[in-house]
Nanobody
Framework: QVHLVESGGGSVRAGGSLTLSCQYSSSGRRLQMNSMAWHRQAPGKQRELVASITNSGRAAYGDFTMGRFAISRDGARNSMSLEMNNLKSEDTAQYYC??????????????????WGQGTQVTVLA
């Protein structure tokens, strides 16, 4: 089982910045996380990908980020951050951390692992 802790959400005025963080732990399991990502969901809208990053550091972003967001990963701390700048009211949403990888604890029986965080609210005030 993978436990995710998200932090950094809150309220900010349009044009401001926030940094979201996500750290995972695995209760002694040996995990290889291949990618980490942030998704978001606004009321009445579908969930969408904000940004993702692989364990080799390759990043991808939703078109709406338009260079305003930057995702980074710290493998040693099992953590990921999302720096969000020039925030707009339409960025208001619940943001979710997602990790995707393999449980290698039983080396001869690797198991896929995917886990979602509880979410952290980002509210951008006009």
């Amino acid at each position: 089982q993978v436990h995710l802790v998200e932090s950094g959400g809150g309220s900010v005025r349009a044009g401001g910045s926030l940094t979201l963080s996500c750290q995972y732990s695995s209760s002694g399991r040996r995990l290889q996380m291949n990618s980490m990502a942030w998704h978001r969901q606004a009321p009445g809208k579908q969930r969408e990908l904000v940004a993702s990053i692989t364990n080799s550091g390759r990043a991808a972003y939703g078109d709406f980020t338009m260079g305003r967001f930057a995702i980074s990963r710290d493998g040693a701390r099992n953590s990921m951050s999302l720096e969000m700048n020039n925030l707009k009211s339409e960025d208001t949403a619940q943001y979710y951390c997602v990790v995707d990888g393999v449980d290698l604890t039983d080396w001869d029986r690797p198991k896929p692992v995917k886990s979602w965080g509880q979410g952290t609210q980002v509210t951008v005030l006009a």
